[in-house]
């Protein structure tokens, strides 16, 4: 009986700890492409059909591309510059500021800080293997002949080929 009643206390304890259905941020991944900021990836809990979106600079939210009840995508802005926004989610048709039908997340996108010092070098590796020689093998002997354009009727001076001591 003690063991009984010692359950049921505890999942009565587990089931206020999380309120049923109440949307939840868990993390948010930053996506670029050809160096440039495009999309996030949101994950969590509860964002319902068409989650709403916003960072707070922006007028309006952001384009979702694609939704599940897990996992948003959406477009960020185009000139959106590096820095650390409050990310917000939010049912359709409820406030981001609703306590159980929106949620919110710190997310840095791009590069941001002053560059911090330069870390110490690293130990000299082992000398690698001699790879294969591919093309011409330069010598003491190669000559570099460049191609230049000149005027019509331009004699140029006799260039002299002058030996190197070894």
Known sequence: MSVFVLSLFVLSISALAKT?????????????????????????LNFGDDPEVWLPDNESPLVVQSSTDTQIT????????PGTYRLMVAMQGFDPSHPEKADSLD?????????GDQGIQGEVGAK?????????????ETRVIREIQVPQGYKAPQAKLVQQEP
């Open 74 to 81: 959406a477009s960020l802005p185009g000139n959106i510059q």
């Open 20 to 44: 049923p259905n109440k949307l939840e941020i868990t993390n948010a991944t930053v996506n670029m492409e050809n160096d440039t900021i495009d999309t996030i990836d949101i994950y969590g």
């Open 128 to 140: 690698g293997d001699t790879g294969d020689v591919v093309g011409h093998r330069a010598t003491r």
């Open 107 to 115: 997310v840095t996108i791009g590069t941001v800080g002053p560059k």
